[in-house]
């Protein structure tokens, strides 16, 4: 039998009620993924890049890089080349440039970071070259005592500032020229690369290479760049020179009628490698569109505009060779 149970005289509330409610939670910030770590002498998140490069060594319906070469290229990336000496091949790959330079080559070093793409390269008919020797790692893991007439720069993962640090790195190792090869596409990493190699004391040759193609057919493009590291010594660290001389420019919102035309003609005339423009974040984008516009019609042989995180770049394009 239950129990009974008595209250106080004139408590008519009978139990205390029963707390059903949640208990409060303090709340969680949400997990983000960590963004990827860039370090700076690689210019990509190195880990992922070279995982893709070792998937896509097993990949035999697909030779690495084939997609950026044509014949125009090659024969303008051979004739840059001297005849006759000790080259390294940096970016190797599975060796689709291999061959062609071992024409020039006295000896050849191949240089890949990828194990795959070394494994791709040496079952192909170039191993049985007794002038070609592999070595699987970067720049980096050269040996102070290595060194080479030239160095050729096919199919590096490096992109950005890790291209400069790529460059300094090679002319340790180098006696005479650095040739690279890079895409010609919408980071402008050669323009950057080949005026700051000039600031740190390099001659450098730009060459704009185009394919020929049948009418209609949109032509691919890339950018052979020659560096001659001869009477090179190093005088900044890369990091220092990518930013060299970049002046800021602070524009009221809204813009002034005129003021991209106006910016642009400064630059033009004031002689600067770079100009940082900022201004409102609500109107950056019309401000970005006007200074394209105005580069388009008074400078598009001489500057670019690009986006960055800070604001908007105005760049000085170095002087092409065709």
């Not at 950026?68 to 390294?88: N, S, T, Y």
């Not at 390269?121 to 060194?147: F, N």
């Not at 080949?194 to 890339?222: C, D, K, M, N, Y």
């Amino acid at each position: 039998m239950a129990k009974d149970e008595t209250y106080p005289a004139g408590d008519v509330s009978g139990p205390p009620p029963l707390d059903c409610s949640t208990p409060e939670v303090e709340p969680q910030p949400r997990a983000h993924n960590a963004p990827p770590l860039v370090p700076v002498e690689f210019g990509v998140p190195i880990e992922s890049t070279l995982a893709r490069r070792e998937r896509l060594a097993d990949r035999y319906d697909y030779t690495f890089g084939q997609e950026r070469v044509f014949p125009e290229l090659v024969d303008k990336l051979l004739a840059e080349v001297p005849q006759g000496v000790d080259i390294l091949e940096v970016g190797a790959a599975s060796g689709l440039l291999t061959r062609p330079l071992l024409t020039r080559a006295r000896r050849l070093t191949a240089l890949e970071p990828s194990p795959g793409m070394l494994r791709r390269l040496l079952a192909g008919d170039v191993a049985a070259d007794p002038r070609l020797g592999t070595v699987q790692g970067m720049v980096e893991d050269l040996p102070a005592s290595a060194y080479f007439d030239a160095a050729v720069v096919t199919f590096s993962p490096r992109r950005g500032m890790g291209l400069l640090y790529l460059l300094t790195a090679l002319a340790t190792h180098v006696r005479d020229r650095v040739v690279m090869l890079l895409d010609d596409d919408g980071t402008l990493d050669w323009a950057y690369l080949a005026h700051a190699a000039s600031l740190q004391g390099f001659s450098v040759t730009v060459h704009i290479v185009v394919e020929r193609t049948e009418e209609g057919v949109a032509p691919r493009r890339a950018v052979v760049l020659v560096t001659d590291v001869s009477q090179w010594s190093p005088e900044l660290p890369p990091e220092e020179v990518w930013e060299f001389e970049t002046r800021t420019v602070d524009v009221p919102h809204p813009a002034p009628r005129g003021a991209a035309t106006r910016l642009v003609r400064y630059f033009l005339a004031a002689g600067d490698r770079a100009l940082l423009i900022r201004t409102d974040d609500s109107g950056i984008e019309r401000l970005y569109g006007n200074l394209r516009t105005a580069v388009h019609r008074l400078g598009r042989e001489e500057v670019t505009v690009r986006r960055t995180d800070d604001g908007i770049q105005i760049v000085r394009m170095p002087k092409v060779v065709d």
